[in-house]
């Protein structure tokens, strides 16, 4: 007892700023050591109770509610601005959830509560209708945002939001309308990320926010309309767009990953973002796209941007194929016709998929392993560097070569394109382009180290001769697989499936016998 006494003693004697960066060396996610230390004393609850409340972490939100919201006021207040961040997951409603609801007194009292901030709430349209939904909702599965919106209302300092499973949601409707008429209550929110699949029209609302900076759309699609079902947006969306966005939005950063839209479709959405500094997309095929294969048509498309994104300054597109050096001239707006960039003010582009051919075309022969023609070659790499904008200093050129091509030439076009980026460097470097930074990424994982090192090595040591960077990326492995635990065919073995990439890739490996085992 008096070892614990002691302890106790020397921790509380340790000024307030050295225990905040010892709680800073904690993992934010670990709420169980925060609940611990914040019943240790009360000067471990007051410098942790910032920490434990900072982040909802997406479980059990009746029981947060109540505590943020049902607790004395100076403690409800208190509570309220701590939450910075909100993770959601639609799916929480099953069976233990719905036995930690709270009371239907409880319910009525926080519905009052809401009503008394003055908020502006829809109370006409039943759907939208916030206090009588929640008074109203006992425990049947809900699928819609309208209680996240609810939520939300009581942590009016949240700055970041996280909504996973909002598939779940009527993808037909306009979302978050009941946040959009509220911005003065959520002036902090600034970043928001959403895992769909969704439909870029479902968040029109959420672009209207002043204090909107970081929009993150996963599995953004354009999807097939349900059999009886209507849109909100089916009359009028461009109109209803302009007119909620007549001043444009405050938007800076969006980002569709794991997407598939049709840029042209959705125009009216986009020229709007007029503040936009950063824009990503990654196309990825779905099922529920529809046209399940309609083309993206970004690099065509982008280019009549030119007049609304002229703050972009890092774009990363990842289409479906990026065939020449002409698609991201026209892209860039570097074609001779072209008056002027673009984007004026891009400094870092990241596009593909792309390979040898994308840049070397007919300079590819299939028989030499030499260029012919030192001055030809030139020629038509100059080509490329004036496809990108002398402003530009990072460039990414995201690996995907096209399979058509034979294995055997593959060794060769990899030397050649090699060859062409150290000239490329060259050309940039002499006519004083501010290029710093070019990199292979997303070479295939599975297939091992960039197949040339000393090829590559050389090339670094170019690049830093004049004042550049060179490097080969990997591509990320998301999740389980290609690695797979089969116990049910050979208990404790790993078994690890070449895919059609590694197969195509091996020829320049060393392994030119098909893998024996099943492709992906």
């Known amino acids: 007892m008096g070892s614990q006494n002691s302890s106790e003693r020397s921790l509380g004697s340790l000024p307030d700023e050295l225990i905040l960066s010892i709680l800073d060396q904690f993992d934010s996610d670990d709420l169980t050591t925060f609940r611990a230390l914040n019943v240790t004393s009360r000067q471990l609850h007051r410098l942790s109770l910032h920490r434990l409340y900072q982040r909802f972490p997406g479980y059990a939100p009746e029981p947060f509610l109540g505590t943020i919201a049902l607790s004395e006021p100076e403690k409800c207040q208190k509570l309220a601005k701590c939450v910075k961040e909100v993770v959601w997951y639609q799916d929480h409603w099953k069976g233990p959830a719905r036995r930690r609801m709270l009371s239907l007194a409880d319910r009525h009292v926080l519905a009052n509560r809401l009503q008394a901030l003055g908020c502006i709430l829809n109370t006409t349209d039943v759907s939208m209708n916030l206090p009588a939904r929640f008074v109203s909702f006992l425990s049947e599965y809900e699928v819609h945002w309208w209680y996240l919106e609810f939520f939300l209302f009581f942590t009016p ?168 050096v002409e698609e991201i001239s026209w ?53 490329s560097v004036r496809a990108i904008p002398r402003t530009l200093k990072t460039l990414y050129l995201q690996w995907g070569q096209n399979i058509e091509t034979p294995r055997d030439m593959l060794p060769h076009h990899l030397l050649q394109f090699l060859n062409y980026l150290q000239l490329f460097a060259e050309i940039a470097a002499r006519w004083n382009y501010d290029l710093k930074r070019v990199a292979i990424s997303d070479w295939p994982a599975l297939a091992g180290w960039f197949p040339f090192p000393e090829g590559v090595e050389s090339l670094k040591k170019a690049y830093e001769e004049l004042g550049m960077e060179f490097d080969v990326l990997h591509e990320e492995i998301v999740g389980q697989e290609p690695l797979i635990l089969r116990d049910d065919i050979e208990p404790d073995w790993l078994m690890v499936c070449k895919t059609t990439t590694f197969w195509y890739h091996s020829a320049v490996l060393g392994d030119k016998d098909r893998p024996w085992t099943v492709e992906s």
Request: glycine share 4%; charged share 20%.
């Open 157 to 324: 300092k949240v700055e970041k939001l996280r909504v996973w499973d909002v598939w779940q949601w009527d993808d037909h409707s306009y979302w978050f309308e009941s946040l959009a008429a509220n911005p003065a209550h959520f002036e902090n929110l600034e970043s928001i990320t959403l895992y769909g699949p969704l439909r870029l029209e479902n968040i029109v609302p959420l672009l209207t926010l002043p204090s909107i900076r970081e929009l993150v759309l996963v599995q953004c699609v354009a999807m097939r309309q349900e059999l009886g079902r209507n849109f909100s947006w089916s009359d009028g969306r461009d109109d209803y767009v302009h007119q909620r966005l007549a001043g444009g939005s405050s938007l800076e950063h969006l980002s569709l990953r794991e997407s598939h839209i049709v840029f042209p479709f959705v125009y009216a959405l986009l020229e709007p973002l007029k503040n936009l500094k950063s824009f990503t997309y990654d196309h990825f095929q779905n099922d529920l796209s529809f046209p399940i294969y309609a083309e993206s048509q970004a690099l065509m498309s982008l280019p009549s941007m030119q007049a609304h994104w002229t703050s972009l300054e890092y774009l990363r597109l990842h289409v479906e194929r990026v065939s020449n």
């Open 331 to 383: 892209l860039l707006g570097s074609t001779p016709e072209n008056g002027k960039p673009t984007f004026p003010k891009l400094r870092a582009l990241d596009i593909g998929p792309c390979s040898g051919e994308t840049f070397l075309g007919v300079q590819l022969s299939p028989t030499d392993s030499s260029v012919k023609s030192i001055h030809l070659r030139e020629s038509h790499v100059e080509r």
